[in-house]
Structure formats: C-alpha cells, structure tokens
C-alpha cells in the first residue's frame, strides 16, 4: 500500500519545522500556497493540519491562518509517529518497535524495579482479578500492568516514546479485545510480575515475549488485523 498523501505532507512540514524554517509564532502557508508547492488535494492539506493541531504543534485562527504554536522535540516526534501511523508500512514497523521495546523493558524491570514500582504493578494485577471476578473489561488494569513495567524500567526518554506509541497505536492493539483470554492473561501477567519481583531479567524477558505474542497485535499476526 503506498503511503497516504496526507502522510506526506506531514512529513514535508515537520521536516521545515526541524530545520527551522519556520518559527514559534511564524504563518505557515495557506492550503492553497500548500496545494501547489506539494501537487496535492486541499482535503490532504486540511488532514496534515488537523493532525498538527491536535498533536499542539501548530494552532488555527479563524480567518488568520495556521500558526506555529510549539517546537519541542517530543511533538515534533509524535507528529512523526502520527504520518507514520497513516502509512501501513510504517503502522507495522512502529509496532514492531513497541514489541521489542517491551521485551526489553521487563527485563530492565526486573533490574531497576523499586518497592513502589512492585506495588503498582500488585495494584493492577488486583484490578484484573476484580474485573474477571466482576466479568467486566479489564484493558484498564492491563494498561496499568504494562505502564507499570515501564515507569520501572527507570527510564524517562523510555518512558515519554511508549506513552506515544501507546496513545496512537492503542486502537490498533486492541483490535482483537474479545477475542483475548482474561483468566490466560491475568496469569501471565502474574509470571512477569514474579520474575521481575525476583530479578529474573530473562526469564522476565521471555515471559512478557510469550505473553504479546498470544494476545496483542504483534509483528508476525498484524497482518490479521487488516
């Protein structure tokens, strides 16, 4: 599938942004001017922009034009994962990165977790088995759990890139909700759980392993979901 348009346009005015020709407080090009520099429709043009604003890098003021509201790194790099999103190339590519990046961090998890970090991940554990006991959703606990491994990962740039990832590909993730095994799943997350409580970095590693590959939209079962 090639890339969407409005992908592109993304891409070409971050790009500007990073390199630094606009501005904080800076016009952008209206939809028009944007039309002919880039050859494309006005609709692909409106999406790009839409997909800025609400990112909070750029801001609209009706009747002005767009403006360059925010240039920290972070936006722009969730702008980027935002264009990437609307590629499905790139969709399966950024999951394929959030898998090995939470591989990795049950293992930091099991070396840097403090007495805090256990606790929270008790916390949802606990909140699961209310849910299967109460036969409602758990995806809150199961996100809580997950949160949790990270923030114990002890690393903030670690930490704010799964928050992206998670945000914009969590529609994705759980495509296959009902079709997940709440008792299986609370299990497993048990086992992580006990592995990083006692140190065990591998065996923290291949428990969260085994545990997105039966459950989650991971890089050898995305395809399945589209």
Not at 68 to 77: E, G, I, S, T
Not at 85 to 92: A, G, M, Q
Not at 102 to 126: H, N, P, T, W
Not at 169 to 183: E, G, H, I, M, R
Request: charged share 25%.
């Amino acid at each position: 599938m090639s890339k969407k348009i409005s992908a592109t346009v993304t891409e070409y005015i971050v790009q500007q942004l990073k390199n630094g020709r606009y501005k904080i407080g800076d016009k952008l090009p209206s939809e028009r001017e944007f039309m002919e520099l880039l050859h494309v429709g006005r609709s692909s043009i409106r999406e790009s922009l839409n997909t800025l604003e609400d990112m909070g890098v750029v801001e609209k003021r009706m009747g002005i034009g767009v403006f360059v509201k925010q240039l920290r790194v972070n936006q722009l790099a969730d702008a980027y994962v935002v264009a990437s999103l609307l590629d499905n190339h790139c969709s399966r590519e950024l999951l394929d990165f959030r898998f090995i990046l939470e591989v990795e961090m049950a293992g930091r998890a099991a070396c840097f977790a403090s007495k805090q970090d256990l606790i929270q991940m008790e916390e949802a554990i606990y909140l699961h088995q209310k849910a299967i006991d109460q036969k409602t959703s758990f995806i809150q606990a199961d996100e809580l759990f997950h949160q949790a491994i990270i923030v114990a990962s002890n690393n903030h740039v670690i930490k704010h890139v799964y928050q992206s990832l998670h945000d914009l590909v969590q529609d994705t993730l759980y495509q296959k909700w009902d079709t997940v095994d709440s008792d299986k799943c609370f299990e497993e997350h048990v086992k992580i759980y006990e592995a990083i409580k006692t140190h065990q970095e591998t065996n923290a590693k291949q428990m969260m392993m085994e545990h997105l590959h039966a459950h989650w939209a991971t890089p050898s079962n995305f395809e399945s979901l589209h």
